[in-house]
């Protein structure tokens, strides 16, 4: 859990990625007294919901950290209209708009060493995984499986060059729940990976975890593995499930 007392950050800048990409720079008064370097690190919206008074909590990777600001990637799934109240604020936000911003909660980095990994994820772990990739030894290898919505989701991600890409693209995403777990098991020498790291939609998540834990028996000290979102399910009922889901499997 992120820790830290909320504080004010404030839109200091807003750009389309990709198609369904959007980047928020989030500065102001709350960037001071942050700690530094926690790219890869999450936070927590506290979108207010003026009449209810409780606020809607919804949690984001760090991207990039600056003296200007963070750098949050929000994954677009539908119009404004059609979005989560994350996803909505983040692209009708304009400069100067201010934010309730709780955290840091802690990265999930790779382990040190030369692989081979494994990165899987959809496009709300792109900017968690991006940031893994970046951190590898240039003489890493390995294999990363990303699933986009659409092919101008592709990014040029900074990488070792003996780590592969596969983009897997769904408009729907999370839809077909076997999408990446049928990538990861084509992908060869599953046995002999240092470390696989996970995340993406709940039902997806669970069919890696039969793959990756249960039927390769990568113990935890091989395997990160969490799910970030359900489909058609908002982050609080996730969030449960999510809980109920790991007391089952320890
Ligand atoms: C540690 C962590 C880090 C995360 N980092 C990021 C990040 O950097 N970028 C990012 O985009 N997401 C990230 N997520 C996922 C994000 O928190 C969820 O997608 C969240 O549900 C979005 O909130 P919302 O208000 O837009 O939608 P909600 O109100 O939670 O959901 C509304 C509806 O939209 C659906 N939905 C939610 N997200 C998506 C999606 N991406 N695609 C399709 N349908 C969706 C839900 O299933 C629901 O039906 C992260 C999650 C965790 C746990």
């Given at each position: 859990m992120a820790r830290a007392e909320p504080q004010i950050f404030e839109v200091v800048d807003s750009t389309r990625l990709t198609l369904n990409m959007h980047r928020l720079t989030l500065g102001g008064t709350g960037l001071e007294g942050f700690p530094c370097d926690q790219r890869g690190g999450y936070i927590k919206f506290m979108l207010s919901k003026p009449k209810i008074g409780k606020a809607?909590?919804?949690?984001?990777?760090?991207?990039?950290?600056?003296?200007?600001?963070?750098?949050?990637?929000?994954?677009?799934?539908?119009?404004?209209?059609?979005?989560?109240?994350a996803t909505k604020w983040a692209i009708t936000a304009r400069i100067g708009d201010k934010i309730m911003v709780g955290g840091p909660g802690p990265a999930k980095p790779m382990p040190d060493g030369r692989g081979p990994f494994l990165l899987v994820g959809d496009m709300t772990a792109l900017p968690a995984i991006s940031v893994n990739l970046e951190d590898l030894p240039d003489n890493a290898t390995g294999h990363a499986i990303?699933?986009?919505?659409?092919?101008a989701d592709k990014q040029n991600l900074t990488k070792p060059a003996n780590v592969k890409i596969q983009?897997?693209?769904?408009?729907?995403?999370?839809?077909?729940?076997?999408?990446?777990?049928?990538?990861?098991?084509?992908?060869?020498?599953?046995?002999d990976l240092a470390y696989a790291w996970v995340a993406c939609e709940f039902e997806a998540m669970k069919q890696l975890r039969?793959?990756?834990r249960v039927e390769q028996n990568l113990g935890k000290e091989r395997l990160y593995i969490s799910s970030y979102w359900?489909?058609?399910?908002?982050?609080?009922?996730?969030?449960?499930?999510?809980?109920?889901?790991?007391?089952a499997i320890t």
């Open positions: 809607v909590v919804r949690t984001y990777t760090i991207r990039n950290q600056s003296e200007r600001g963070l750098d949050v990637d929000f994954a677009m799934h539908g119009t404004p209209a059609e979005s989560g109240p990303i699933l986009i919505r659409n092919e983009w897997l693209v769904e408009e729907d995403l999370g839809a077909n729940s076997a999408l990446l777990a049928e990538a990861a098991r084509s992908v060869p020498n599953v046995d039969q793959y990756l359900k489909h058609g399910m908002v982050e609080d009922d996730h969030k449960i499930v999510k809980r109920v889901d790991a007391e």
